[in-house]
């Protein structure tokens, strides 16, 4: 299956997520907070736009089963994974309506968001936008997963429910995500099926980028704007 080659393309990018500093710091528990602030704000914007996209494949799909399955997800994401912000903000001591309200999109973001927008308007079939989202919840997943196997939390740990979140509720999609990606390809020819091996290698290492962006509160220069 393709999913599989695409999991062993990705393997190496995932170890490096893990012993970055981001990762390392939510495990550690001593993370900046300025840094988990910084995440928040590109997350909740990213995370908005992430369902629109969900909302444009609606316009593509061509069974009423996968119309069903992008409505859920997009209803998932506008409650589910707030669960997850919440546990961030309340380790950073802020509500999380006022961290995320100066949140801008920070370039690591930015580029990531506009590599699946690429998708969406460049290519009709939804497989070449799956291809580039699903390392979203594929990688949170997998990262969630090897950081319970290897490490022990205190039940108290302030970072414990993120990794729980992941662990638990990402399967799903991950699942259909894959399912459309296995069965599309099955059409395609071998050119467009390295584009979507492609696409799913570069949002792995956008995954990256937008953790590191965090640990180093990346940011675009400032340009004075009456200048
Ligand atoms: C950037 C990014 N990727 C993946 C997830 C998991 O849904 C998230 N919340 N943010």
Not at 5 to 29: A, S, T
Request: one cysteine or more.
């Amino acid at each position: 299956m393709l999913t599989d080659k695409l999991i062993q393309d990705v393997e190496p990018i995932i170890e490096e997520i893990y012993y970055d500093d981001f990762i390392q710091g939510l495990i550690r528990g001593d993370i900046e907070k300025s840094s988990v602030i910084h995440y928040l704000q590109a997350d909740a914007l990213y995370l908005d736009e992430f369902a629109k996209i969900y909302a444009m494949l609606i316009a593509k799909a061509d069974s009423r089963e996968t119309v069903k399955y992008l409505l859920g997800q997009m209803e998932f994401l506008f409650d589910g994974e707030s669960e997850a912000h919440e546990t961030l903000a309340r380790s950073v001591d802020m509500p999380y309506e006022e961290i995320i309200e100066a949140g801008e999109w920070y370039p690591s973001a930015d580029h990531y968001i506009k590599h699946m927008y690429y998708n969406v308007y460049a290519k009709e079939n939804i497989a070449f936008t799956f291809s580039a989202m699903a390392p979203c919840p594929y990688v949170y997943k997998k990262i969630a997963q090897m950081v319970l196997e290897r490490n022990t939390f205190e039940n108290d740990h302030p970072y414990r429910s993120w990794f729980e979140f992941y662990n638990d509720d990402m399967d799903d999609t991950v699942d259909v995500m894959f399912d459309i990606i296995n069965r599309e390809s099955g059409n395609m020819t071998q050119k467009d099926i390295t584009v979507l091996r492609k696409n799913f290698i570069q949002s792995t290492e956008h995954e990256k980028r937008f953790f590191n962006m965090a640990a180093i509160k990346e940011r675009w220069m400032e340009v004075g704007v009456n200048a």
